[in-house]
């Protein structure tokens, strides 16, 4: 199993950026495939998680109207639209996949539920 993020980067205050999420190695579609970011000296907390299988998605309220989470099914590839970036979404980005996860709220707290991470973006927003 592998997931690897990219298209972090810099940006300014009201940019946008798209990450993106490469998934390999499961069935794409079986799994759901959360975002978390984690910013320096902060615990790691969730941002969107989307369920492949019924697209159900979940959104942390901080993102709520500006971050947007899809799935391209073809490229087994999970996408995170980020609108309006505010300096506080300066963090390093990572996305997460399990197999199981049905609770996409509770997912989106608890780390441990989560069989697979892949090793983060940067996302560096200026003020």
């Known amino acids: 199993v592998q997931l690897v993020e990219s298209g972090g980067g810099l940006v300014q205050t009201g940019g946008s950026l798209r990450l993106s999420c490469a998934a390999s190695g499961f069935t794409f579609d079986d799994y759901t495939i959360g975002w978390f970011r984690q910013a320096p000296g902060k615990e790691r907390e969730g941002v969107s998680c989307i369920k492949n299988s019924d697209r159900r998605t979940y959104y942390a309220d901080s993102v709520q109207g500006r971050f947007t989470i899809s799935s391209d099914y073809a490229k087994n590839t999970v996408y995170l639209q980020m609108n309006s970036l505010k300096p506080e979404d300066t963090a390093v980005y990572y996305c997460?996949?399990?197999?199981?996860?049905?609770?996409?709220?509770?997912?989106?707290?608890?780390?441990?539920?989560?069989?697979?991470w892949g090793q983060g973006t940067q996302v560096t927003v200026s003020s």
């Open positions: 997460a996949a399990d197999p199981a996860l049905n609770n996409l709220r509770l997912g989106s707290k608890v780390l441990g539920l989560w069989d697979y």
